[in-house]
């Protein structure tokens, strides 16, 4: 019987796979890639759950999710920004440092996510050289509009001092 069981199994591997196996398989595989690279500390106890509960990777994410936002919302203020700490930023850190270990290790399929983390932390404030351009731009744009305020005003102000004459002159009749 073991040969029976086993060459059953040697045929379904030599089966071809139909097209929503394999994007599952494909699916999964990417999950499991982009939780490792990308998940930090959270990724190996989020695997051994999902393998051990045989439950998705998705379903254990939104699990922790769940658990986070109840945290979130029963902790007192202060401790608020501690609690957010150990996803915003120690997440990052770590995958960052870790990154870069690969990359100094010449490991190409480890550091190929380096340039991300590296953009993670890249300031989002523009340039100086773009601020400066910025402040230039308004400058001269709120300069343009005093001067075209002032004209304004000065032919409103002889429009206004033809139309007073012309109320002061006798009507004559």
């Known amino acids: 019987m073991p040969s029976n069981s086993a060459s059953s199994q040697a045929i379904s591997k030599t089966q071809p796979q139909t097209a929503t196996e394999i994007r ?36 254990i994410a939104e699990s922790l999710a769940l658990v986070v936002l109840i945290l979130h919302l029963l902790t007192p203020t202060y401790l608020l920004p501690h609690l957010s700490a150990l996803i915003t930023l120690v997440i990052p850190v770590q995958n960052t ?9 010449r490991d190409p399929d480890g550091a190929r996510h380096s340039s991300q983390w590296l953009a993670y932390w890249k300031p989002g404030n523009p340039s100086q050289e773009l601020q400066a351009a910025a402040k230039r731009d308004a400058a001269k744009a709120a300069g343009q509009a005093k001067q075209g305020e002032k004209s304004g005003k000065a032919g409103k102000g002889e429009k ?14």
Do not use: M, R, V, W
Request: no cysteine; aromatic share 6%.
């Open 24 to 59: 599952e398989a494909e699916y999964k595989s990417f999950l499991e890639a982009s939780l490792t690279t990308h998940g930090g500390y959270l990724s190996k106890p989020i695997l051994a759950l999902s393998t051990s509960l045989t439950l998705s990777i998705q379903n």
């Open 97 to 105: 440092l870790h990154s870069l270990a690969l990359d100094q290790q």
């Open 160 to 173: 206004d001092k033809e139309k007073n004459k012309e109320s002061k002159k006798p009507k004559s009749g």
